[in-house]
């Protein structure tokens, strides 16, 4: 080949390459500018991607998140956060890398110190926290549950009983003990005292022992007492027809009863109690007075007697007294009538029990029939 065509040559092919350059650049430019954006989107990524340590319960873990702040990283995570819930910082709190976020959830305790029953809650997970955080002094306390136990988040019961200070008085000392006992039964226990047969303390021995509290042992002996005591009669009055008005016939004397009682006695300390009863028996019933009252008017005239001196023959005879009974009782009323005459002249009862209308105007009919021989000593007055 001459000299002259390898120049052409040479130069076709630099005018071809030419014309191809702005072809390749034009399909260089949009991949250009991908990788450009590209790369600045990574550059926002990588500023928006946070590492952060997220301990929930004390259990720690570190992650990455895109969270603004701590309520978006509470979310994210799917933590239901309570009233009694712990969140360290507080929720709106924005994130940076770095931070740590505590969550510690609320657990129920039932909790009883020294018998007094109440539901509290603590973030604590151990039983030796929650003593602390709720500020229960717990040193010398006899607790349910070991320090080290674990409260799970459904929570648990606690009973804590604290060491007191008891006074307890018996047989005439005073002891003065420090304990955990849940009974007055139990400290007297550790004090070495017992309770015999019917002894007992000034509190109930199964109640709980309160700090500074006193108590005292009662040393009791006890015995029954039976006595015997009168039960009164009741009156019962009825009306009698066939009796003078003002008339009072005792037609069934009263009887009092009898009714046995049976006493508790106790001495305590040496002292003795008021008996106290314990049941009755009535050994026999009273036996009620029956009393009638009459009711029939009686006439006051015997003709043939009206005109007597009454009046002074009741003065000798019983000086005017219509209830007088003489030495022997068997003598009685304004003129001293006995029984059997009395009840002769239609009398119920006793004379002495009957009005002085009716006894004057039953002496009038014992004159009309025997004159004054009834009354031998005093008949003279009858004529003045």
């Known amino acids: 080949m001459s000299h002259t065509q390898s120049s052409h040559r040479a130069a076709r092919g630099r005018r071809r390459r030419r014309a191809e350059r702005p072809e390749a650049l034009r399909r ?5 500018m991908v990788v450009a954006f590209l790369a600045g989107g990574t550059t926002a990524f990588i500023a928006h991607d946070k590492a952060v340590r ?35 910082p507080a929720p709106g709190t924005g994130l940076n890398t770095g ?15 020294d018998g007094q029953r109440r539901q509290v809650w603590t973030t604590a997970d151990t ?3 929650a003593l602390h955080q709720l500020g229960v002094r717990a040193e010398g306390a006899i607790l349910s549950a070991s320090r080290s136990r674990r409260i799970e988040q459904h929570g648990m019961e606690l009973a804590v009983r604290t060491e007191r200070s008891v006074v307890i008085v018996a047989d005439g000392r005073r002891h003065r003990v420090r304990t955990n006992a849940a009974t007055v039964r139990e400290a007297l226990a550790e004090t070495g005292l017992t309770l015999r047969d019917q002894d007992t303390t000034s509190v109930p021995p199964d109640s709980f022992p309160r700090e500074g509290q006193t108590i005292s042992v009662m040393r009791i002996t006890g015995s029954k007492e039976v006595r015997e005591e009168s039960i009164p009669f009741r009156t019962v009055r009825r009306a009698d ?12 004397q009263g009887r009092p009863g009898v009714r046995r009682i049976t006493y508790r006695v106790r001495t305590v300390n040496g002292v003795r109690q008021k008996p ?7 050994v026999h019933a009273p036996r009620p007075q029956i009393v009638h009252l ?21 003065q000798c005879e019983a000086r005017g007294r219509p209830n007088a009974v ?3 009782g068997t003598y009685g009323g304004l003129y001293q009538f006995d029984a059997a005459t009395w009840r002769s002249l239609g009398g119920r009862g006793r004379p002495q029990d009957a009005p002085a209308r009716e006894q004057t105007y039953r002496a009038k009919k014992l004159y009309i029939s025997r004159g004054a021989s009834p009354w031998p000593v005093c008949g003279r007055k009858l004529h003045g």
């Open 28 to 32: 260089l430019l949009p991949r250009a």
């Open 54 to 88: 997220l301990t929930v319960d004390g259990t720690p873990r570190t992650l990455h998140t895109f969270a603004a702040d701590v309520d978006d990283l509470l979310a994210d995570e799917h933590l239901d956060i309570g009233a009694h819930d712990l969140v360290a």
């Open 99 to 113: 931070d740590e976020i505590v969550v510690r959830h609320g657990r129920p305790v039932v909790l009883t110190i």
């Open 127 to 129: 039983v030796a926290g």
């Open 241 to 252: 027809a066939g009796l003078a008005r003002g008339t009072v016939a005792v037609v069934q």
């Open 276 to 282: 106290k009863r314990l049941h009755t028996e009535v």
């Open 294 to 314: 009459g009711t029939r008017e009686l006439p006051t005239s015997v003709r043939g007697a009206d005109h007597l001196a009454w009046h002074a023959l009741a």
């Open 326 to 328: 003489d030495a022997s």
